[in-house]
């Protein structure tokens, strides 16, 4: 049973600070989970993630049903065990896979039935097969399967999935109930695209069923950042204030700073690796990708002050030699700094919160991050 304590809003600003405690741990929100979709997140060891601050890391049901198959995870007695991860874990659903990833997919019955992207083989899910395939990973946060859909969507299509996300939502809680273990919390998940008509129906259904935690789910699914800001803040504000808000997929640093903002307290994206895989490091003066000629001779850390193993033994000429050759280090390294980057960023959003300065802290993050002038000391260290 997982427990959320809200410790301070910031003065300034709807930022807020909270303790989630769980299981396997405890988490200090705002909060930055590394995407660990195959149960690993890509390039990097449990040991590393730890070693970099990580509190909890999100996994995807879609993808661990399919591969390596829920009875391998049943043997190792649960996901932490297999993937040697003793922190807590949140599982998606995969609800957005099955309808971005799957080669063909209809609605049928009370579920939907798809073909896999791997291999084409066909397989049906509900909200109550999807929440036994979390139950059995051990995750402690899951998530119900949901309707997402991309921008732009008419009005009818939002409804509608928004809809079906409301009622697969009363039926996992219902079957959550009756099987779930006490170890885990079922969050819900808003919907309603850019409507604020939609969110504000999904709003209502969804705080009438209590769940422990709330997502806001269908953004950052192609719509502009302005849409994205209004849709976050409209939500959130109407959010209990003692349930944590998940932001589902925000990860750019400005979107986590806005979302902070109007009180968020959990992110997950696959931004930190996937960029690190193409040599491309966030550092508080903006992005670099070492890659670049410009690199060749630059003998310091991807970014001056950061103490992540990376940047404490490796120099930016290195890295882009290692790129340059093929060197599977090269990509490690990068992705290793980024994921450093993403939780010292939110240990400096808490630590402004808890000193009443968010908005001094997110105007003086982001004037260096735009500008490229934060050139000696993270200013979110």
Known sequence: MSEFILTKTDST?????????????????????????????????????????????????????????????????????????????????????IFSLALLRKFKGDGVEFQSHIDGSRHYLDPES???????????????????????????????????????????????????????ELFGIIQ??????????????????????????????????????????????????????????????EDILEAVGAGVDMFDCVIPTRYGRNGTAFTAAGKIVVRNAEYKDDERPLENGCGCYACRSYSRSYIRHLFNTGEMLGLRLVSLHNIAFFIRLMHGIRQAIDQDRFLAFKESFLSGYRSGENTTQPTYA
């Open 192 to 253: 309603g695209s850019t409507y604020e008509d939609l969110r504000k129906e999904s709003l209502a259904q969804l705080l009438d069923l209590n769940f422990a935690g709330y997502a806001i789910g269908g953004l950052s699914v192609g719509e502009p950042a302005d849409l994205r800001y209004n849709m976050l803040s409209f939500t959130a504000e109407k959010l209990p204030a003692d349930k944590p808000r998940y932001a589902m997929g925000i990860g750019m640093p």
């Open 13 to 97: 600003a709807r930022a807020r600070r909270g303790r989630l405690a769980t299981a396997h741990g405890v988490v200090q929100t705002p909060v930055f989970m590394p995407v660990g979709t195959h149960a690993a997140v890509k390039t990097l060891s449990a040991r590393e993630l730890e070693e970099c601050g990580a509190e909890i890391i999100l996994s995807n049901a879609y993808h661990l049903y399919l591969r390596p198959g829920m009875e391998l995870i049943k043997k190792a007695k649960g996901l932490h065990r297999f993937m040697s991860w003793p922190k807590p874990i949140l599982t998606d659903s995969g609800g957005y896979q």
């Open 130 to 184: 999807v929440v036994d395939i979390q139950t059995a990973l051990g995750s402690d946060i899951i998530m119900p399967l949901d309707d997402c859909i991309q921008y732009p969507a008419s009005f009818e299509m939002a409804k509608t999935a928004m809809e079906r996300t409301t009622d697969w939502a009363r039926r996992s809680q219902k079957y959550f109930n009756k099987i779930g273990s006490k170890e885990q």
